[in-house]
């Protein structure tokens, strides 16, 4: 009876403090990192420092899966690049046109600085979002 108790608290703990996931695709190569930064309003968007969530996580060529601590639901952005060089920054040319590369969620690909309204996506809670880099 005691080992049936034991299994059904782990299982149901193991559901219940389940992260949420990002899945960024076409990832071009394994060199550098995949930094992830997530914001919850127009006001903090793009502010590295007001960011909800910084997750940095080492690239994996095809496919980097980055998991999420702090945040597991509600109305996000999120911004995600391809550091390659490993310096901390995204490259950046003319008109803001990124040289790594760089995704938003909702896969909005802006023709200039981003908007957090076309990046916004409502995070629900177990279920991943896939998100594809841009090169």
Same mark, same amino acid.
């Given at each position: 009876?005691?080992?049936?108790?034991?299994?059904?608290? =782990?299982?149901?703990?193991?559901?219940?403090?389940?992260?949420?996931?990002?899945?960024?695709?076409?990832?071009?190569?394994?060199? @550098?990192?995949?930094?992830?930064?997530?914001?919850? +309003?127009?006001?903090?968007?793009?502010?590295?420092?007001?960011?909800?969530?910084? =997750?940095?996580?080492?690239?994996?060529? @095809?496919?980097?899966?980055?998991?999420?601590?702090?945040?597991?639901?509600?109305?996000?952005?999120? =911004? =995600?690049?391809?550091?390659?060089? +490993? +310096? @901390?920054?995204?490259?950046?040319?003319?008109?803001?046109?990124?040289?790594?590369?760089?995704?938003?969620?909702? +896969?909005?690909?802006?023709? @200039?600085?981003?908007?957090?309204?076309?990046?916004?996506?409502?995070?629900?809670?177990?279920?991943?979002?896939?998100?594809?880099?841009?090169?």
């Amino acid at each position: 009876m005691h080992s049936l108790i034991l299994l059904f608290i =782990v299982l149901f703990s193991s559901s219940l403090f389940s992260h949420s996931t990002i899945i960024i695709t076409n990832v071009e190569h394994s060199s @550098g990192y995949i930094d992830v930064k997530i914001y919850d +309003n127009k006001k903090n968007f793009l502010n590295e420092d007001l960011a909800l969530e910084i =997750v940095r996580k080492k690239a994996t060529k @095809g496919q980097t899966v980055v998991p999420l601590s702090k945040i597991h639901e509600g109305q996000i952005a999120i =911004v =995600v690049y391809h550091d390659e060089d +490993n +310096n @901390g920054k995204m490259k950046t040319g003319l008109f803001w046109r990124p040289k790594e590369g760089y995704a938003f969620s909702n +896969n909005y690909k802006p023709k @200039g600085p981003p908007k957090f309204s076309k990046t916004s996506i409502e995070l629900i809670h177990g279920k991943p979002v896939e998100i594809e880099l841009n090169y």
